[in-house]
């Protein structure tokens, strides 16, 4: 249902988005039988000459019926939503893969601020990239985030990715994300926590490249002294996989 | 006969001035009118009479000319200024000028925030103003010995600002937070000025000084 107004772009939208219909074709179903139950009451029993109304107490066991099993019935939905749930919180919120690349997010009044960890792919060095309210990453890379605030609450919402996380100020919350390939291209971050005056213009643009476009973008924003250590860099990293692996 | 023609074209000419003027007057005062109403944006942090708020970082405005609110509020506008990671102030400003639509909007805040009345700011910070004064001959070259500004010359009005925000900018200027993208002029012209000055201390006593100019 959601994917027709905004595309599915990270490797759990899916899920929520699965969690989202059950959700609504559940209690839709239950709103319309419940509404239609009511409206044929409605005019079905409506004043008539001549006939009396009845007083109904609801206390024999056949009267008790009518409200005990449909009650069941949708403690049932309840149920089978709330086990979907456990999982597809698990799998987005809970579960961190190992990750292939890292990014710093820190909200403030009115901006985001993106720390990309550049050439050498490690956070907090000397080659990041910041940049105000422009996120760059690698479709198909397993990213994991680590959100910051500095002043009031924010929350890192990115549609596409049905990806919402709220921002603390004096915490860090870490979360993951993978874009899909099929999602390449300029997408929307919008601030989905009040924050203030212009908690409505607190939007940024997320730029879903491909392993190439990303490079490149990587090598137009290093300054010049610090690519000559890209392969000195590139050299631990693969030392460090492959201490991962072994 | 010709006469009445002269003298009815003349009285015709005359009301197509008056109305002429009218229309200037209605216009002008509909364009003070909208930055005035546009204003009430800013009031939250820069205050009913743009004079500034320390506990927002927002500076005093009603000094500064209409040429130069009009020249920040663009560079806002388009991420000339405001766009670094280390700017918090500057990055919240930025946002800001997403209330304003266009250069019309621009220019009829800027004029009215010119328009209103300026008071000379208190001392906050321990400069030597005897030792600034030497210094700021340099900056007296652009923004004038009594640190009025000089639009001719892009330079901003110096007078009735607060001392910490004339500092933090300076600092900003020093560190390349302001005035190094590429399409920020005046500010690349500011920034060689600021890194002439040693540290924070020399700093601080070129501010003490432009503050005895203001009284
Ligand atoms: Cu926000």
């Known amino acids: 249902m959601l994917e027709k107004l905004v595309p599915r772009g990270s490797t759990y939208a899916a899920d929520i988005d699965l969690l989202f219909d059950v959700i609504t074709y559940l209690v839709g179903f239950w709103f319309i039988l419940v509404f239609g139950f009511f409206l044929y009451c409605l005019f079905r029993f409506r004043r008539k000459a001549g006939v009396k109304a009845q007083y109904i107490t609801g206390e024999t066991h056949k009267q008790k019926m009518a409200i005990e099993v449909p009650h069941y019935l949708i403690l049932g939905c309840d149920v089978v939503i709330l086990i979907m749930t456990f999982f597809v919180w698990h799998k987005v919120k809970i579960d961190m893969p190992t990750p292939d690349e890292e990014v710093r997010i820190v909200a403030q009044q009115w901006a985001w601020s993106f720390y990309h960890a550049g050439q050498d792919g490690i956070l907090g060095t000397e080659d990041d990239i910041a940049t105000v309210n422009e996120l760059h990453i690698k479709a198909g890379t397993q990213y994991k985030f680590h959100l910051e605030a500095t002043d009031v609450m924010h929350s890192f919402s990115v549609p596409i990715f049905r990806l919402k996380q709220d921002a603390i100020p004096g915490r860090i919350i870490y979360g993951h994300f993978n874009a899909l390939d099929t999602v390449i291209g300029e997408w929307d971050i919008q601030c989905a926590e009040m924050c203030g005056y212009m908690h409505g213009g607190m939007g940024a643009r997320l730029f879903v490249e491909t392993p190439e476009q990303h490079a490149e973008w990587i090598a137009a924003n290093t300054p010049d002294h610090l690519k000559t250590a890209s392969i000195a860099a590139t050299t631990t990293q693969e030392s460090k996989e492959d201490a991962k692996n072994g | ?215």
Request: proline share 4%; aromatic share 6%; hydrophobic share 40%.
């Open chain 2, 1 to 215: 006969m010709k006469l009445k023609t002269t003298s009815r074209s003349s009285i015709v000419l005359k009301l197509a001035f008056c109305a002429s003027l009218f229309l200037v007057a209605t216009v002008s005062s509909q364009a003070d009118e909208r930055g005035k109403q546009l204003y009430k944006n800013c009031i939250a942090c820069h205050g009913a009479e743009a004079e500034g708020n320390k506990a927002f970082k927002a500076p005093a405005l009603a000094a500064l000319s209409e040429k130069y609110l009009v020249a920040q509020l663009t560079k806002y506008k388009e991420g000339h200024r405001g766009m670094d990671v280390r700017d918090v102030a500057g990055l919240q400003m930025a946002p800001m000028t997403q209330t304003l639509s266009g250069p019309e909007d621009i220019a009829a805040v800027a004029k009215y925030i010119a328009s209103l009345e300026s008071t000379p700011k208190e001392a906050t910070l321990d400069g030597d103003p005897e030792k600034g004064k030497t210094a700021y001959a340099t900056c007296a070259a652009c923004h004038g010995a009594d640190a009025a500004g000089n639009d001719l010359l892009n330079s901003p009005s110096l007078l009735h600002q607060y001392d910490w925000y004339t500092l933090a900018q300076l600092k900003n200027f020093k560190e390349g937070i302001r005035g190094t993208h590429p399409s920020d002029i005046t500010g690349s012209q500011m920034r060689p000025m600021a890194m002439l000055l040693a540290d924070e201390q020399a700093m601080k006593d070129i501010v003490a000084y432009i503050q005895t100019l203001s009284n």
